[in-house]
């Protein structure tokens, strides 16, 4: 059905997800979640993505063994 644009229009969930993939405008989910501060990134967006997310996460880890490494270690146990 044809809605006036000045016209507020609430569909359902099931119905946009169809009207995307039918008119293959999938930069509207981007419309959809901007609103929350969240960004959509689709197939190789999405796995360069999570690579980058890792790699920083490996940076972390060698930063926190590094700190670890360099404070030597006293072992107590079995002393008098």
């Not at 119905?15 to 197939?43: C, H, N, P």
């Amino acid at each position: 059905a044809y809605v006036a644009e000045s016209k507020q229009v609430d569909i359902s969930l099931p119905r946009f997800k169809a009207f995307v993939r039918a008119t293959e405008a999938y930069w509207l989910w981007d419309e959809v979640v901007s609103e929350d501060g969240l960004l959509l990134l689709q197939g190789d967006e999405a796995r360069l993505a999570e690579i980058a997310r890792l790699q920083q996460e490996q940076r972390e880890i060698a930063a926190h063994l590094k700190a670890m490494r360099a404070t030597p270690v006293q072992i107590k146990r079995g002393q008098s």
